[in-house]
């Protein structure tokens, strides 16, 4: 026994270092923004004049193009691996962590580059101030440009005066001008978003809205023609069951309006609402005077008013007649049962959603003489 103890006190821990830096350094190109990198690559076109002007020097010692070029290379897979994997790379750091790696790495490079490009190598001074500036919150960003430039400018007043100001536009100028132009790209992302989460919400509250006009209508035949068949289930067995043929009817046909309404296909036809309202005011005892079909100016609105209009006389007025008007611009749909106010109708989901759909023109209610009336009316300019 104490052997088998003793054995395994001694097993020693898995090693659990090297795995963790595999981790942070694994698959270094897996999520690498190609789109990022290439608008980031476009300036580096104007590292050119540093270019030309330093090869131009001819009293350099032989193998400095090739040192030239090394250094150009470097900065510039460095400058564009750095601005691609922003986002993951290295791994389970965090993004602040992440920008200073990247800032420090340029940083030496371009030290680096002073005994090939001299005073030339203030050029990669810009790029320092293009990383910060896109991947760092401003006011870590400024402090750091401001910081850099005026190191870098210190050190060419001192070793080569004659170039103080041009060296101040490309260390101060530039990175400050690079800054501002990411701060607009970052506020012009943002208010993309908004706009874009702001048309999500309208379309879910569009299709919210159009669910309850289309069930709302249905459920309430449904529950009409229930009530019917029950009644006639003893009495009149033809009559419940041609009611329970409806019923499975209506049912279809919502769950192929609610499917399409969902997939933003369908549009009611005033024809078909002007029939299905004939109908469901005839199953509720609800004498009908309805007008024939004949075009309007707003057919898919006075389709969806037609519904939900006739479904609130249905539900809530207790009326013996119901009368609908139509002209071009114009529906009304009147009634002689309880009524309601205006008050009241403000409350009303579904007359709320009927008016959430008006861009123009204007919804009445009018009380008298035993008598409510609805008017939805688009004025014509």
């Known amino acids: 026994m104490d052997n088998g103890v ?23 190109l897996r999520g690498f923004n190609t789109s990022n990198t290439l608008f980031a690559g476009v300036w580096l076109v104007f590292l050119a004049p540093a270019i030309i002007a330093v090869t131009a020097d ?33 791994r389970g750091w965090s993004s602040r962590s992440r920008v200073a790696a990247r800032w420090a790495l340029l940083v030496l490079v371009a030290l680096a580059s002073i005994p090939v490009f001299g005073v030339w190598a203030v050029i990669f001074v810009p790029y320092l101030g293009a990383l910060l500036a896109y991947l760092a919150p401003v006011r870590a960003a400024l402090p750091a440009i401001l910081a850099t430039g005026t190191v870098v400018l210190a050190v060419v007043w001192r070793t080569s005066p004659a170039d103080a100001p041009g060296t101040a536009i490309i260390a101060f100028g530039l990175p400050l001008l690079v800054l501002v132009l990411g701060v607009l790209t970052r506020r012009k ?38 009530e019917v068949a029950r009644r006639a289930v003893d009495n009149d067995p033809e009559q419940a069951k041609h009611e329970l043929a409806e019923i499975a009817q209506l049912s279809r046909q919502s769950l192929a309006e609610v499917r399409a309404t969902v997939t933003r296909m369908r549009t009611p036809t005033l024809a078909g609402e002007l029939e299905a309202a004939r109908r469901a005011l005839s199953t509720s005892g609800i004498a009908a005077h309805l007008p024939e079909c004949a075009p309007t100016n707003h057919d898919a609105l006075f389709s969806w008013a037609l519904r939900e209009l006739t479904t609130n006389v249905i539900r ?13 611009d114009t529906l009304t749909v009147a009634d002689d049962g309880a009524g309601f106010t205006s008050t009241t109708a403000d409350h009303a989901g579904g007359l709320a959603g009927l008016q959430s759909r008006l861009t123009e023109g204007a919804l009445l209610i009018t009380r008298e003489l035993g008598r409510t009336t609805v008017t939805l009316s688009m004025g014509r300019p």
């Open 6 to 28: 003793r054995h395994r006190g001694v097993a020693p821990p898995a090693p659990r270092q090297e795995p963790e830096v595999a981790g942070v350094l694994a698959a270094p």
């Open 189 to 226: 992302e943002a208010t993309t978003e908004l706009e874009r989460d702001l048309d999500l919400a309208r379309q879910r509250e569009d299709i919210a809205t159009d669910v309850h006009d289309l069930l709302g209508h249905t459920l309430t035949v449904i529950n009409l023609k229930s």
């Open 316 to 328: 809530h007025s207790g009326a013996r007649n119901c009368w609908v008007t139509l002209t071009p």
């Open 58 to 90: 001819h009293s350099h010692a032989p193998g400095f193009l090739s040192a030239e070029a090394g250094v150009v290379l470097i900065f510039c897979v460095a400058y564009l691996f750095s601005i691609g994997s922003a986002s993951y790379f290295p």
